[in-house]
């Protein structure tokens, strides 16, 4: 598996880096060689950063966290939003605005005015606007639908951050590190690796290279969410066995024939000496009367 992954990133060109002028120099270690103008990137290190975000991204989704996928370049749009949206979690995509972390309370208050707007486009109040007051509230839905689309089923802070060229992202990764999220991030050899907390060597100008990384980055949220399943699902207890408990015909032993017997023939003897003695006092009785 491996060596195929390997093989597509090296067909798609994912070590092909910038010119050598561009270069930044903590970028030293995840290059290969230079070929002409040109710097090669260590596929072996894309491999292992692409390793080392899989099981970050998928020990923050089994923690019940949610990811953000960030890319801004043409070149990573449309990739950002098919891999969000095949793992169910959010993108940004077209641009990023000042304060979407560390002020994330007006941007929930953005999107529950988007929620307003929709619910009087949908009753037809818009219409029963002037034209100019129509045509304005219209402009101002479709700016917060644009910007703000991919995060507006968002409702927390997100446990991490996956960018695509952490030079031009700098602003998410930088309100990121200061709320104390993890990233990580798509590094071409004119980033600096310091930016991010997981680096991954590509050519983040190769469409199918990014595609190629997202995806795999994707699969880990996957697995992430099937922990989160098994954790919220335990297996069922095993039920004690209850002793059973032998159930007795009556609840007193019949009694026993000779035993009746013996207790009817004593009552009958009591009950004729009590007779005979009646019998005799009374004649005593009438003489001394």
């Not at 080392?52 to 070149?75: H, P, S």
């Amino acid at each position: 598996m491996a060596k195929e992954l390997t093989r597509e990133l090296i067909n798609a060109g994912v070590h092909f880096g910038h010119g050598v002028s561009r270069w930044d120099p903590k970028m030293a270690p995840f290059i290969f060689e230079k070929r002409g103008n040109i710097h090669i990137i260590d596929v072996k290190k894309t491999l292992k950063g692409m390793l080392i975000a899989r099981k970050l991204l998928a020990e923050v989704v089994a923690a019940g966290n949610d990811v953000v996928f960030v890319g801004t370049k043409r070149q990573a749009q449309k990739a950002v939003e098919t891999a969000a949206s095949k793992c169910g979690m959010h993108y940004v995509s077209q641009r990023w605005l000042g304060g979407m972390l560390t002020n994330f309370r007006t941007v929930r208050s953005r999107l529950q005015r988007l929620e307003q707007l929709e619910a009087m486009q949908e009753k037809g109040e818009l219409e029963s606007e002037s034209k100019k007051q129509a045509s304005r509230l219209k402009r101002e839905m479709r700016k917060i639908r644009t910007n703000l689309q991919g995060v507006r089923e968002m409702t927390r802070l997100p446990g991490a951050v996956v960018v695509v060229d952490a030079k031009k992202e700098y602003l998410a990764l930088r309100e990121a590190k200061k709320l104390g999220i993890a990233t990580v991030g798509l590094l071409d050899t004119d980033s600096n690796p310091d930016s991010v907390d997981v680096a991954i060597p590509a050519n983040d100008d190769s469409i199918r290279a990014v595609e190629l990384i997202l995806n795999e980055l994707t699969d880990a949220v996957a697995i992430g969410k099937t922990m989160v399943s098994a954790r919220k699902s335990p297996a069922p207890k095993p039920r004690r066995a209850r002793p059973k408990r032998t159930v007795l015909a009556s609840a007193e032993p019949p009694p026993d024939a000779e035993a009746v017997a013996a207790v009817e023939q004593k009552s009958t003897e009591t009950a004729d000496s009590v007779t005979e003695q009646a019998e005799v006092q009374q004649p005593e009785s009438h003489e001394s009367n």
